[in-house]
């Protein structure tokens, strides 16, 4: 936490700087959709947004590294979901 008005003014110029580059990405994301429809690339700035959403405003840099231990367990039990539901969208059950 800030103590000094001078750390109050840094930690302001900074969430400024986050915040005018996540306005950027949010042009880029725009002018990437117009340029050519991939999902791909909007998903990735998407993807570099929420990082820095979470990492800056929702304090998650200065976190212990449990926080990030549970973080990876739970993006790979929830991609593990996702390839489940693909797997039985493409095997379904046959009625006989």
Known sequence: ???TPEQIL???KKYWR???ILL???VLTVVV???TPSVTIGLGIAT???GLVAFFFMHLKH?????YKVLVYTVFFAIGLMFLTLLAL???LIAR
């Open 1 to 3: 936490m800030a103590d």
């Open 10 to 12: 840094k930690d302001m």
């Open 18 to 20: 986050i915040g005018w």
């Open 24 to 26: 950027a990405c949010t």
């Open 33 to 35: 959709a117009k340029i």
């Open 48 to 50: 570099v947004k929420a």
């Open 63 to 67: 976190e212990k590294s449990m926080i």
């Open 90 to 92: 493409y095997d379904p």
